[in-house]
């Protein structure tokens, strides 16, 4: 007898498939603090494993990976991406100092493909636990006729703790600290939109391989992002004078580092301070714009910019390069910040933050 749920387009038993094929993956970022196994209709996690606190806070972040779907879709290759969603996520929840405890996931297709789900998920779960994150638990929704067969989204939220007194933020800052900046891998998971607006615009399918890139579109564009959680919670508890943390995401790097700067205290970065990735240097020249008109969009090469105090500039730049991450100092931070919240070149606050005032100068080289 057909189930008439599966002539509607949903198979169950895909999905039990898909779980039995990501459950070693999952069950590996399971510490101590997680109660029950995988397919609980909810995820446990014993707050008394995060250890003692004074006063704790918890922190959390949401997000998803945005329009870099359509490259993993293009080139059928999926098991990278859930890296890009723990990077949106978790490295978030560490920009406040806290230490991420547990996510969850969620996934979103037009059909179960057991294979596929199994490669997305695995590829969070490992990246969950290259930051130290208990993957507790997720949902795959099947939505046929709604989604095509092959479409899928994917999102995520994560929960971290921190003391109180140790919150970090822009109240925290002091004329005269220093912006570390910690290199990104590529462009993470911001700005595909234009990406893919790029290469349409030159009749280029993600498929094709392109010279300035060196490589098929898609494949050297789904570089994971990289993960900062782990080297930054190192210095945290190295106890190096961190002020605030912008993890450089949508919006680009004058808008991002505005957010962890207080009210009139200004910062110019000087964009010879460090060398743009050719990526972006290559997607510019397609779109035939330069790198400037960009700083809104990409990170341009800086995934994480750190204030510190300015005596402990140089070990966050050593710590960040032990770790892999090339790192430099990009900045100071100024209390005089622009006369005129119109003073050309110059962004004050993003999304709803009435922050400080950064702008970026100079030549890229």
């Not at 899928?152 to 939220?157: F, L, R, S």
């Not at 933020?169 to 939109?193: I, P, Q, T």
């Not at 959680?229 to 106890?239: D, R, S």
Request: proline share 4%; aromatic share 4%.
């Amino acid at each position: 007898m057909t189930d008439p749920y599966a002539s509607a387009g949903v198979d169950t038993e895909a999905g039990d498939r898909a779980v039995e094929l990501m459950k070693v993956a999952v069950s590996r970022t399971h510490g101590p603090g997680v109660l029950g196994g995988v397919g609980g209709f909810a995820g446990l996690f014993d707050l008394s494993a995060a250890g003692s606190y004074a006063k704790p806070l918890l922190a959390t972040s949401t997000d998803g990976v945005g329009t870099k779907i359509a490259l993993a879709q293009a080139v059928d290759k999926h098991d990278t991406i859930g890296q890009d969603l723990v990077g949106m996520v978790v490295d978030d929840i560490v920009v406040v100092g806290a230490k991420p405890l547990f996510m969850t996931d969620y996934i979103a297709c037009g059909r179960v493909v057991p294979e596929r789900i199994a490669d997305i998920v695995r590829g969070i779960a490992e990246a969950c636990a290259a930051t130290g994150t208990a993957l507790v638990g997720g949902e795959t929704a099947e939505h046929p006729g709604v989604m095509q067969p092959d479409d899928y989204d994917i999102a995520g939220a994560a929960v971290g703790i921190v003391e109180a007194d140790a919150v970090l933020g822009a109240e925290r800052v002091r004329a005269g600290d220093h912006v570390v900046a910690m290199a990104s891998s590529g462009l993470h998971s911001n700005g595909f939109s234009l990406v893919r607006h790029i290469l349409a615009q030159r009749g280029i399918a993600l498929t094709d391989r392109v010279d300035e890139l060196g490589g098929v579109a898609a494949e050297v564009l789904l570089e994971p992002t990289r993960l900062y959680t782990l080297p930054l919670l190192g210095m945290l508890e190295q106890g190096l004078g961190i002020r605030s943390i912008s993890h450089v995401t949508g919006g680009g790097i004058a808008a991002n580092l505005a957010r962890v700067l207080p009210q009139g205290m200004a910062v110019e970065i000087d964009r010879r301070g460090w060398q743009v990735p050719a990526v972006f240097d290559a997607l510019a020249q397609l779109g035939g714009f330069p790198l400037t008109q960009a700083e809104g969009t990409w990170n341009l090469g800086l995934g994480m910019l750190v204030v510190v105090d300015e005596a402990d500039a140089a070990a966050v730049v050593a710590a960040s390069e032990h770790a892999g991450i090339a790192a430099m100092t990009v900045g100071r931070v100024d209390a005089a910040g622009p006369a005129s919240p119109d003073a050309v070149g110059w962004v004050q606050g993003a999304k709803g933050v009435d922050g400080g005032a950064v702008r970026l100068t100079g030549t890229y080289r």
